[in-house]
């Protein structure tokens, strides 16, 4: 970091979004001036290559670390954050906000904010309004129903976050930041705060991210709590084959007392025995990967260093420092 630190370091990963993001470091360097320090994420864009240009013409101080490949979306935070973590300063705060516009520079200085409380590690923004479709709201609301259900948690929030350094070093050493960013700040234990923000419109261009890949973003939040899930589904299965049992005798009782129609006790214990096969096998498949996620954890953080192919600093980086971050 230079000499005159920055207070505010702004993480943002980018994918072939060079006009968005030249846009987010305009506005940055207007709402804080020199009180920012920008460390964007290339996540090996080919179309549209960022480069310190944008940065440059923002006259802010910053850098613009270039992956190796693309990694998705919330690798590249994770490869940010693990970068900050190891030269952060203790009278520094972190944001980790998306390129494309949705997260407002507007609406940091309200997070941040919310750091001023002893008691608070990370403030996470709750979106109060959305500009997003019918169709999307309506399936994230059942998203969020579905991941309380399965994981016992309740997530609420994106990637837009704020964090103290103590939270950066914390979350940077665990191996599920790189999975998913929300639910690993959920696993972390840190004391968490939501703000409620409003969501903005893109700034340019149009969001990557299909339904299919929304998708697949869920059901990896749901995959850093992998055991959590685990243990529920065998719970399930197993109150599920023994009702099969209860059913089964009682359809053998009815049967055995002659209260039942011809063929029918034999299609029920039928479809009983074969629900309790099935999700006695479920639960005893859950049971043995619950000790293979527990016995197979990894343990090492992510080495953010292995991703980074170059690191390119703004002019007015570099004349204040020869490593600025």
Known sequence: MVSSDPRLVIVTPVYEDFEASSRLFKELQAEFGDAVYIVAVDDGSVRQPLDTSSL?????????????????????????????????????????????????????PKLLSELQDDNVDVVVARRKSRVETLRFKTFYKIYK??????????????????????????????????????????????????CPLDRGPRYAGQSKMNFVGLALHG??????????????????????????????????????????????????????????????VLALMTLMLTGVVRSGTVTSELDYQDFIGQILFSKRAETLANAPL
Request: glycine letters at 10%; proline letters at 2%; hydrophobic letters at 50%.
């Open 219 to 280: 059901f990896k939040g749901m995959m850093v709590f992998a055991e959590d899930v685990l243990v529920r589904v065998g719970i399930a299965s197993a109150i599920v084959a023994a009702l099969s049992v209860v059913f089964g005798t009682i359809a053998v009782v009815l049967k055995t007392i002659g209260y039942s129609t011809p063929g029918w006790a034999s299609v029920v214990l039928g479809i009983f025995i074969l629900m309790f096969l099935q999700t006695g």
């Open 56 to 108: 440059d013409l923002a006259n802010a101080r910053g850098e613009v670390l270039k992956l190796r490949r693309n990694v998705g979306h919330q690798k590249a935070i994770a490869i940010g954050l693990g970068y900050v973590s190891a030269q952060i300063r203790d009278n520094q705060m972190v944001v980790v906000m998306d390129s494309d516009g949705e997260d407002l520079p507007s609406s940091i």
């Open 145 to 194: 129903r579905l991941f309380r259900i399965i994981t016992g948690r309740t997530i609420s929030f994106g990637n837009f976050m704020g964090m103290k350094p103590a939270g950066v070093r914390r979350l940077a050493a665990m191996p599920e930041l790189s999975i998913h960013v929300a639910s690993a700040v959920l696993a972390s234990k840190l004391r968490i705060t939501t």
